[in-house]
């Protein structure tokens, strides 16, 4: 049973920083100010008061534009500051990317939302 809804809309953003602009306040409040990654994404999902549903209005939207150039992205930004052995890993996730294959960030954030479950509902709408 959930105590909260929240709503994001997929029409707010068109990049992972924008995802986190739009559903930090939500989520997050004063929590983790100026932390915006995904390790402390994953952290605040995962800290509850209480169950709660995260509803994404326009998500086919957030789909199109969270796609495998801006996994590409942020992978280009990890390979800068991953550890030396995780660079392997990282360059192959990156070339993937580059090529259309693998997950899409959107791919990445549902994921990561849904690992989270029961403490948080995703509904793609």
Request: glycine share 4%.
């Amino acid at each position: 049973m959930t105590s909260c809804v929240y709503e994001i809309d997929g029409n707010d953003f068109s990049s992972l920083e924008g995802f986190f602009q739009a559903v930090w306040p939500l989520l997050a409040g004063e929590r983790y100010s100026g932390r915006t990654n995904l390790d402390a994404f994953n952290d605040i999902l995962s800290w509850p008061e209480a169950p709660y549903s995260l509803v994404w209005k326009n998500s086919e939207v957030s789909r199109r534009w969270l796609d495998h150039r801006e996994i590409a992205r942020k992978l280009e930004r990890m390979l800068k500051t991953c550890h030396p052995s995780n660079r392997d890993d990282v360059s192959q996730r990156l070339h993937e990317a580059r090529t259309g294959k693998g997950p899409t960030m959107f791919d990445w954030l549902v994921e990561i939302i849904r690992e989270n479950e029961p403490h948080v509902t995703l509904r793609l709408a």
